[in-house]
């Protein structure tokens, strides 16, 4: 099983929040079985635009260096969606640099 760790940053915890990210980073440990860890982190910021703020990141523990990918939307829904294309696309290049010994 792999482990998601949550962390806040002047945002207050949300059930609703977490289980969406579980729900879409499950989609990555299935096709991924070498990523063991999850941290995710929500943060709000003050921002200009009131299209950004809402900063979702990932950070996957995997083989070789960890990956990550970092956005910032009108709601924190839409950035893990971004987040997770984003984390996608590195497993898949990580994915072709994996040589697995049988």
Same mark, same amino acid.
């Given at each position: 099983?792999?482990?998601?760790?949550?962390?806040?940053?002047?945002?207050?915890?949300?059930?609703?929040?977490?289980?969406?990210?579980?729900?879409?980073?499950?989609?990555?440990?299935?096709?991924?079985?070498?990523?063991?860890?999850? %941290?995710? $982190?929500?943060?709000?910021?003050?921002?200009?635009? /009131?299209?950004?703020?809402?900063?979702?990141?990932? #950070?996957? @523990?995997?083989?070789?260096?960890?990956?990550?990918?970092?956005?910032?939307? %009108?709601? $924190?829904?839409?950035?893990?969606?971004?987040?997770? /294309?984003?984390?996608?696309?590195?497993?898949?290049? #990580?994915? @072709?640099?994996?040589?697995?010994?049988?």
């Amino acid at each position: 099983m792999t482990t998601v760790q949550f962390n806040y940053q002047h945002v207050s915890g949300s059930q609703d929040l977490e289980n969406y990210t579980k729900e879409k980073l499950q989609t990555i440990f299935d096709r991924y079985n070498w990523v063991t860890r999850a %941290d995710v $982190f929500f943060i709000t910021e003050k921002t200009s635009s /009131d299209d950004t703020g809402m900063i979702a990141q990932i #950070r996957l @523990s995997a083989p070789g260096p960890r990956l990550f990918a970092e956005e910032s939307t %009108d709601t $924190f829904h839409g950035s893990v969606n971004k987040v997770i /294309d984003q984390l996608k696309t590195q497993c898949e290049k #990580r994915k @072709s640099t994996i040589i697995t010994h049988s």
